[in-house]
């Protein structure tokens, strides 16, 4: 299901769609924001496959790789985000080599955990975190994760059309959020068009 190779492989191929949308990220969080999600998401990935070299077999050690890589690149909030989900993915997999279906569906929950708990959220608030919700859902009905990934990230940005973002900066522009993407729901949305 997922393994080392396969990792390295997914974070390759994140950069090179990051790279593509790396103006659409920062537009998209610029109408709402700092405008400089682009940038967290491109510097962080980055440095994650400029450090690939120090993957091993053992999956936990990769994703603690991978904190790092978002700590060290990034100083932005989201990015502080994704360090501590991938810090908490790394100490579920420890001495793991290979994920099952199951496994999957525990990283992801873990994600969800991690976002909602430090970023002092929650679901219905239009955020990544309703995204990775509803992938959770989704992953428990298939194991098809292409059409997982890009259905369930799609359909909750259209959920989420006419409502407001309640979190963060964007809650400052009001009724104006209910037509914008989040940004972070948004640039998933983009990046699961790797799988």
Not at 58 to 66: E, I, P, Q, R, S
């Amino acid at each position: 299901m997922l393994n080392k190779e396969i990792l390295i492989n997914i974070f390759k191929k994140l950069l090179e769609e990051a790279k593509k949308s790396y103006d659409d990220f920062n537009t998209a969080d610029g109408k709402i924001g700092d405008g400089d999600l682009g940038v967290t998401v491109l510097h962080g990935l980055e440095e994650i496959n400029n450090n690939t070299i120090k993957f091993t077999d053992d999956l936990g050690v990769n994703f603690m790789v991978c904190s790092q890589a978002f700590v060290k690149r990034s100083g932005s909030s989201f990015g502080t985000l994704i360090a501590f989900s991938f810090m908490n993915i790394s100490k579920n997999l420890k001495g793991k080599t290979e994920c099952s279906h199951e496994d999957i569906i525990n990283m992801f929950e873990i994600s969800l955990k991690t976002i909602l708990e430090r970023g002092k959220t929650n679901l219905g608030d239009k955020t990544i975190a309703d995204s990775l919700d509803l992938i959770i859902k989704h992953l428990k009905d298939s194991q098809n994760y292409s059409e997982v990934f890009k259905l369930a990230t799609k359909k909750a940005l259209e959920n989420f059309k006419g409502k407001k973002i309640k979190i963060g900066r964007a809650r400052m522009f009001e009724d104006k959020t209910k037509e914008l993407d989040d940004p972070g729901m948004f640039a998933l949305c983009k990046l699961s068009s790797i799988f």
